[in-house]
């Protein structure tokens, strides 16, 4: 235990990369895996490892900060996000307001943004000109980032699109699937630390999903309340399935469904 404590804070130390906001067990399941893939039998020859070969830092950090993710994942979860967009993008119509901004946090390969902005596409149908869906994807790996801005996909995170989403949103590029630009012009790609950072301000919707449930309970309480003030009045958030809104964020949301974890701010 006291190794395991000493290789938290030398990451910490070394990389500007705080431990801290991950579940201990969380972090004994990622240092294991490149533990077991450099044959390191012990934390301090992991620590040795880290202090004479520069490419195993780079290796360790994309194993603690990336979930692969894929498109529609979750789809009963979507088919309700469908619904929602719907009715929200119907209120700011209605409200004589042609935009609305969209963060999809901790965004991971890119694959959810670019789900929401189908989704929102479809939703518009020949209103695609009159009315600006804006999502920002932000992700505290670099790696991630370039994956979402080239939005380049394997066949098998594809498996949840639909035929006509999949010919309509997507061009064959030598086996693999690439958004298309109209599609990619819908994301913006951004670094932003969820721990450290101020979060987006001014949104209408957050999807921030399977990313709190690595984080101690104190980051999480301080996560969705930043997810609060982020949104605007009325404005909705999506979490995943296996989450659970804690401390005061319980009273500043409703539940819009529970069973898929999608809420509205209060109005105050």
Known sequence: MHEFEEMKKKISKDKNFSCAQYKDPYLKRRFAIRMRATATKSYRMYMELLDTNPEEYPILLNVLTVNV????????????????????????????????????????????????AMLSDHILGTETNSFKVSIYATDIDDGSLKRGRDGIYKPDLLKGVKKPYLQKYFNEVEGDYQVTNATKNMVTFKRNDLIN?????????IFCRNVVIYFSRELQEKLFMNFYRSLNDGGYFVMGKTETLVGEARDKFIPVNNKERIYQKLVK
């Open 69 to 116: 993710t894929e498109f529609f994942r979750d789809t009963s979860v979507f088919e309700e996000v469908k619904r929602v967009l719907g009715i929200a993008i119907k209120a700011k119509q209605e409200a004589h307001r042609n935009s609305m901004r969209i963060w999809s946090a901790g965004c991971s390969n890119g694959s959810e943004a670019y789900t929401i």
């Open 197 to 205: 950072e101020r979060p987006l301000p001014m949104m209408d919707m």
